[in-house]
């Protein structure tokens, strides 16, 4: 969470008024997307692996 109430997948949105204020440079914009674009992909792996490891479990449990 943010000061703005905002979270990682809304960052994208509250980022560009930050930038606004000028102190803000190039270098450090692509590191961010770089950075958001790894945190999706993170999220993505996450939530497939928890898909996955759910759906093994319910055949697991009813296997035995």
Known sequence: ???KGGDA???VDVYPKCSS?????SDVNKMYMALTAITRE???KA???LKRKTRLG???????
Do not use: L, P, R, T
């Not at 319910?58 to 035995?64: A, F, L, P, R, V």
């Open 1 to 3: 969470m943010d000061s």
């Open 47 to 49: 939530s497939h692996i």
């Open 21 to 25: 204020v000028g102190f803000i440079d």
């Open 58 to 64: 319910i055949e697991k449990q009813y296997s035995s």
């Open 42 to 44: 993170i999220q993505s």
């Open 9 to 11: 997948n809304n960052a």
